[in-house]
């Protein structure tokens, strides 16, 4: 049992260059989100998904695209690398029901990102 | 929607010294509450959390957190720290939404 994957570990992007993060998560959980985390402010809340085929905006989404096409996969797109995305970005999933609030969130080791 | 606030940026304690860790929320209704704690370049690790019920509650490595609700407050605490426990430490909040709001985190530096 794995849990929380994501690669790569490190990436550094040119200015106008894409990528794609992966996030895989083997505990067949529901929910999965993308956070953003700067020095000295928390985790910011990029995209969330709710299961398969569902996802939604968080609090920064600009920038960034995600789809869920099964359970396990939650990729984040960056189209155009600006260097205020460098950061690390962390994947995370939890098991949820709607309107029942948030459970505990399992996150994976991370993607640290620089943009040059 | 919710948010949280940890005063401290952060914190020294010695060695075997008690620690408290404070933590203050905003939502208008019962939260659900969650520490974590990250070590240096890696992921978050849950520490404990409060949903409902006794407002004391235990979690791993030692921690408690006690829920306040007149205060707004969930404050992680441990008697006796140990060298391994220094690292970066996150209060959460979330509701019945689908949203998890962090605070900026306390980072914790344990002197010998």
């Known amino acids: 049992n794995a849990g929380v994957t994501q690669t790569p570990k490190f990436r550094i992007l040119k200015i106008g260059q894409s990528m794609t993060l992966q996030c895989t998560q083997d505990m067949n959980h529901n929910y999965m989100y993308w956070y953003r985390q700067d020095p000295g402010m928390g985790l910011k809340l990029i995209y969330y998904?709710?299961?398969?085929?569902?996802?939604d905006k968080g609090e920064v989404p600009n920038g960034y695209n995600v789809s869920r096409s099964t359970t396990e996969d939650f990729p984040l797109r960056l189209e155009l690398a600006a260097p205020s995305q460098t950061s690390v970005y962390f994947c995370?999933?939890?098991?949820?029901?709607?309107?029942?609030?948030?459970?505990?969130?399992?996150f994976g080791p991370g993607t640290r990102l620089t943009v040059t | 929607a919710q948010s949280v606030t940890q005063p401290d940026i952060h914190i020294t304690v010695s060695e075997g010294a008690s620690l408290e860790l404070r933590c203050n929320y905003s939502y208008g209704a019962t939260p659900y509450l969650f520490w974590y704690v990250q070590s240096p370049g890696q992921g978050l690790q849950l520490l404990l959390k409060y949903f409902s019920g006794d407002t004391l509650v235990q979690g791993i490595k030692g921690f408690e957190a006690e829920f306040k609700r007149s205060q707004s407050s969930f404050n992680l605490r441990k008697p006796s720290v140990h060298w391994s426990d220094a690292a970066e430490y996150f209060c959460a909040v979330g509701g019945n939404n689908n949203d998890m709001r962090f605070g900026a985190g306390t980072r914790l530096t344990v002197k010998p």
């Open positions: 995370a999933s939890s098991y949820g029901e709607l309107g029942t609030g948030v459970h505990e969130q399992y």
């Open positions: 998904s709710v299961g398969a085929g569902i996802t």
